[in-house]
């Protein structure tokens, strides 16, 4: 019988925390042997748990942990199309591939991602508005559906599948294997414009005007400031560095120094992030970062400031965080404006707190980006905070806006619903990919998206 | 003892990574190493007794590493194939061989090693008797070229026998003291013997057991450590190396008191 372990596991924010029967197969058979095996009511798979909420755990079912599926397959050194396994982390794509002049199409804030956990997700960059979602540049995947057989699929073969896998978050069936496209760099340098931008209004401009100029653009908000000043912000936006443009410094173009990584050994306790310290924070980003142009900076300190700390996310305490990721169309600017403003007077403060310009959405049935803005937050876990949250859903729904299933924890199946409208279309695919429902989730069942009880 | 420094410092002189070749790459720890010494330039044999798994992983590693690699069935406990295999191994490599990774090994639950006689026996079959098998003959091969490494994967467990893990013990016991003889023998024909005794590495071994967190090694950190000691030439690493200095007190129990222990 194969072997799993109960444990109790969260998503990169802690919370929830629950009891689930994790496997981990170190074979390409071991993750249909699990399933036709059947011990467990309905499993889930899991990549590096990067998501926040609880959209890959499973309380009373199984959780199938995909890291030990880890293998690269094929990789054409003239196009950049590589073939691997779910289980291959971004950062193993980098450390591959970025010396050989390739880098990833589209990366989230950590490379401790898997691709099949960027595929589930339909995950988005910093270059959403030019290159779209990580997705768009899948050409093909093997499923491992829940009835056991594999099927192949692309967006010209089995495209109903495709898109209802994209963005899937796992309920479709376990990807086994993706060719995905990578980007020709020659170097592993990034030059980042940096804008200080004193209120809300003037940010949304200053993206405006800019965003088409650059590959990458992403901006900081400070939550704590207030009336005149809410929205006070930093945009950086970047591009890839030619090699003939990398001043002689920096030694080789295609390699970057090593970094050392610092860690967070246990959970901080949770009064360390208080709305006085993360303001002096906030203050202090904004000082270091005034307006200027063309800063060389490597890739992994341009996406990944924050990978150089191991477990940073203990340092909200034991208690765990939400992180809430809202996008508005670009007529709900309003939401926008009016989560920021709920957000500054709770007091619930953010740590991090990041706007974007999103481009036109993929076709993924529940992928999350659409034409518009989406900000980011994180809210440690306090008493009221459910409320909080389904109050701040109400708004965000109010606009036309959706949140992010890589990001939720509490978000209510009406809700889900209005912001996901194609929402049934996944229902029947799911429904003939899987009539017994053996895949499933704790976010599944909250949201609505698969029958039961979202804990036994 | 000066004469023998004198005989290995004159091996014959080896010129680029060459060919190493790992068995029981289905380990995590073992398909780590080859990784490690893929990234290192060497190319690799890899072997085991699953062979689909065994081309998956040696095509992810040419992939990565842009090594040549090549794949071959291995079965511990069929003895007499051990002798092809290791000729096969010995041709294919093609005169670059550099040395050699011992990556099988098996354990089972002490209950049922208690319990069913074949487990136990599987136990010393396949971490001792196939290892000896294996290793005399490449240690000769490598007597006649005069130039190799042997790396062993033993255990902490054969530090001290211990009541909750005796019979795997006592298997990872024999393989530390014949790797210890192996070196001493090889040692005037300039081969080196690497004896590994890995504390917790996260591996299917060890997955789903109750082992305090911070104690346990990823498989690429053990497989490092590993490479490094290989390098640095030692004769026993610690992985990781602190529980050198926990095997140290745990073997400084006076057996009086360490029979009524449990541990
Ligand atoms: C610091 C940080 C920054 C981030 N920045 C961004 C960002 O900028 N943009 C963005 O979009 N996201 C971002 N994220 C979120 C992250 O990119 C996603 O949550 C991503 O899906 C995590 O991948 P994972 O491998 O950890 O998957 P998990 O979190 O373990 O799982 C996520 C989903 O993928 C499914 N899944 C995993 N493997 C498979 C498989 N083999 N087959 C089928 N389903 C599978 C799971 O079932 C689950 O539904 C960030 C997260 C962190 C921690
Ligand atoms: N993990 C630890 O904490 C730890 C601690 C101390 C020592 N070790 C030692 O480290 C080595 C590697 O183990 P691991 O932790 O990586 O666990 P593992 O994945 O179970 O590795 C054991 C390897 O031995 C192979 N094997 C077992 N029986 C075999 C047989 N009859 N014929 C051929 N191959 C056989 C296995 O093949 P299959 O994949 O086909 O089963 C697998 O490749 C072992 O010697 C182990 O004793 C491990």
Same mark, same amino acid.
């Given at each position: 019988m ?11 924010g ?6 689930c029967?994790v496997?981990?197969?170190e074979k390409?058979?071991?993750i249909a ?5 059947g ?5 889930i *798979?899991r990549g590096?748990g990067?998501s926040?909420?609880d959209?890959a ?5 199984g959780v199938?942990n995909?890291?030990?599926?880890n293998r690269?397959i094929?990789?054409d050194e ?6 691997c ?5 971004l950062e193993?794509?980098?450390?591959t591939?970025?010396?050989r ?13 898997t691709v099949?956990?960027a595929?589930a997700?339909?995950?988005h ?9 990580f997705g768009?540049?899948v050409?093909?995947i093997?499923?491992l559906t829940?009835t056991?057989?594999i099927?192949t699929?692309?967006?010209k073969q089995?495209?109903?599948v495709?898109?209802a896998t994209?963005?899937g978050?796992?309920l479709?069936?376990?990807?086994l294997?993706a060719?995905?496209?990578? @980007?020709r760099i020659?170097s *592993? ?6 804008r200080?931008?004193t ?8 993206i ?11 901006a900081w ?5 207030k009336?005149?000043?809410?929205g006070r $912000?930093v945009?950086?936006s970047g591009? !890839?560095?030619a090699?003939?443009e ?7 173009a295609?390699?970057?120094? !090593?970094?050392?990584?610092?860690n967070?050994?246990?959970?901080l306790?949770?009064f360390?992030?208080n709305?006085?310290s ?5 203050k202090?980003?904004?000082?270091v970062?005034?307006s200027k142009q063309g800063?060389i900076?490597d890739?992994?300190k341009?996406?990944y400031?924050l990978?150089?700390?191991h ?11 939400? @992180?809430?990721?809202a996008t508005?169309p670009?007529?709900? #600017?309003?939401?926008l404006?009016k ?16 706007l ?8 993924g049935?529940?992928s999350h ?5 989406t900000?980011?937050?994180d809210?440690?876990v306090?008493?009221?905070? #459910? @409320?909080f949250l389904n ?10 806006g959706?949140l992010y299933?890589?990001?939720?924890s ?5 809700v889900f ?10 229902k029947?695919?799911? *429904?003939k990919l899987d009539?017994?429902?053996?895949l $499933?989730?704790r976010l599944a ?8 009880p979202?804990?036994p | ?7 290995a410092a ?5 010129s680029g990574p060459?060919?190493v070749?790992?068995i029981g790459?289905t380990?995590?720890?073992a398909?780590?190493?080859a990784?490690?010494f893929?990234?290192h330039g060497?190319?690799?044999?890899v072997?085991s007794?699953d062979?689909?798994e065994?081309n ?7 992939v990565?590493?842009?090594?040549? #690699? ?12 051990h002798?092809?295999f290791v000729?096969e ?7 670059s ?11 089972d639950?002490?209950s049922v090693?208690?319990a069913?006689?074949e487990?136990?026996?599987?136990t010393?079959?396949?971490n001792?008797t196939?290892?000896i ?6 240690a000769t ?5 005069r130039?190799g ?14 009541q909750?893990?005796?019979i795997y013990?006592a298997s ?7 790797? @210890? ?6 040692f005037?024909?300039?081969v080196h ?7 917790f590495?996260d591996?299917k071994?060890t997955?789903g ?8 090694a990823?498989p690429?950190?053990a497989a490092?450590?590993i ?10 690493a610690?992985?990781p190396w602190?529980?050198?200095?926990i095997?140290?007190i745990?073997?400084?129990i ?10």
């Amino acid at each position: 019988m194969p072997a799993h372990v109960k444990q109790k596991i969260a998503g990169w924010g802690g919370w929830p925390r629950v009891e689930c029967a994790v496997f981990r197969p170190e074979k390409r058979r071991g993750i249909a042997d699990v399933l036709a095996n059947g011990e467990q009511p309905h499993y889930i *798979a899991r990549g590096l748990g990067r998501s926040y909420g609880d959209v890959a755990v499973n309380p009373g079912g199984g959780v199938i942990n995909t890291t030990r599926l880890n293998r690269m397959i094929a990789f054409d050194e003239n196009a950049g199309v590589l073939e691997c396994e779910a289980g291959v982390s971004l950062e193993e794509i980098l450390e591959t591939f970025v010396p050989r002049g390739w880098f990833l199409p589209v990366t989230p804030g950590t490379k401790f991602v898997t691709v099949g956990g960027a595929i589930a997700n339909d995950v988005h960059g910093k270059n959403h508005h030019i290159d779209g979602t990580f997705g768009e540049h899948v050409d093909r995947i093997t499923l491992l559906t829940p009835t056991g057989s594999i099927i192949t699929c692309s967006p010209k073969q089995n495209e109903d599948v495709f898109w209802a896998t994209v963005g899937g978050i796992g309920l479709t069936g376990i990807i086994l294997t993706a060719t995905i496209r990578l @980007q020709r760099i020659t170097s *592993a340098y990034i030059k980042v414009d940096y804008r200080q931008c004193t209120n809300l209004d003037a940010l949304l401009a200053a993206i405006r005007e800019t965003d088409d100029k650059y590959k990458y653009s992403v901006a900081w908000v400070d939550c704590i400031a207030k009336g005149a000043k809410l929205g006070r $912000s930093v945009l950086m936006s970047g591009d !890839h560095v030619a090699a003939n443009e990398l001043p002689s410094q920096y030694g080789h173009a295609l390699s970057i120094p !090593h970094k050392s990584k610092k860690n967070v050994p246990f959970n901080l306790p949770g009064f360390l992030l208080n709305p006085l310290s993360i303001g002096a924070f906030n203050k202090l980003f904004y000082a270091v970062h005034p307006s200027k142009q063309g800063q060389i900076t490597d890739y992994d300190k341009y996406f990944y400031p924050l990978d150089a700390i191991h477990n940073w996310n203990r340092g909200y305490g034991k208690n765990g965080f939400a @992180q809430y990721q809202a996008t508005f169309p670009h007529d709900g #600017v309003e939401g926008l404006v009016k989560l920021l403003e709920k957000l500054s007077a709770s007091g619930r403060a953010s740590f991090l707190a990041v706007l974007k310009r999103m481009g036109p959405g993929s076709k993924g049935l529940l992928s999350h980006p659409i034409d518009g803005w989406t900000l980011t937050l994180d809210i440690p876990v306090k008493d009221g905070i #459910v @409320q909080f949250l389904n109050e701040s859903d109400e708004l965000v729904a109010q606009y036309n806006g959706r949140l992010y299933t890589a990001k939720d924890s509490c978000t209510r199946p009406e809700v889900f619903a209005a912001m996901y409208p194609r929402i049934k279309e996944f229902k029947a695919i799911k *429904a003939k990919l899987d009539p017994a429902g053996k895949l $499933s989730s704790r976010l599944a069942r909250r949201c609505g998206i698969v029958e039961g009880p979202v804990e036994p | 003892m000066s004469n023998s420094v004198a005989i290995a410092a004159t091996a014959a002189p080896v010129s680029g990574p060459g060919t190493v070749i790992v068995i029981g790459v289905t380990s995590a720890i073992a398909r780590a190493l080859a990784g490690e010494f893929a990234k290192h330039g060497h190319d690799l044999i890899v072997a085991s007794r699953d062979i689909e798994e065994t081309n998956a992983i040696a095509t992810d590693l040419s992939v990565r590493h842009n090594v040549k #690699v090549i794949s071959k069935y291995f079965e511990a406990e069929i003895f007499g194939t051990h002798a092809t295999f290791v000729d096969e191994c010995i041709r294919d490599a093609n005169g670059s061989l550099d040395g050699v990774v011992i990556g099988f090994g098996f354990m089972d639950e002490q209950s049922v090693a208690e319990a069913k006689f074949e487990v136990a026996r599987r136990t010393i079959d396949v971490n001792v008797t196939a290892t000896i098998s294996v290793c005399e003959k490449f240690a000769t091969q490598f007597e006649t070229t005069r130039r190799g490494f042997i790396i062993g994967i033993s255990s902490v467990a054969g530090d001290r026998g211990r009541q909750t893990n005796y019979i795997y013990g006592a298997s990872k016991a024999a393989m530390t003291t014949y790797l @210890q003889g192996l070196r001493n023998r090889l040692f005037k024909s300039g081969v080196h013997v690497l004896t590994v005794k890995p504390g917790f590495v996260d591996t299917k071994m060890t997955f789903g057991l109750p082992l305090p967190g911070p104690l346990v090694a990823t498989p690429e950190a053990a497989a490092r450590a590993i490479y490094n000691a290989n390098e640095a030439k030692k004769n026993t690493a610690y992985v990781p190396w602190f529980w050198r200095y926990i095997m140290l007190i745990i073997g400084s129990i006076p057996e009086f008191q360490f029979k009524k222990m449990k541990l």
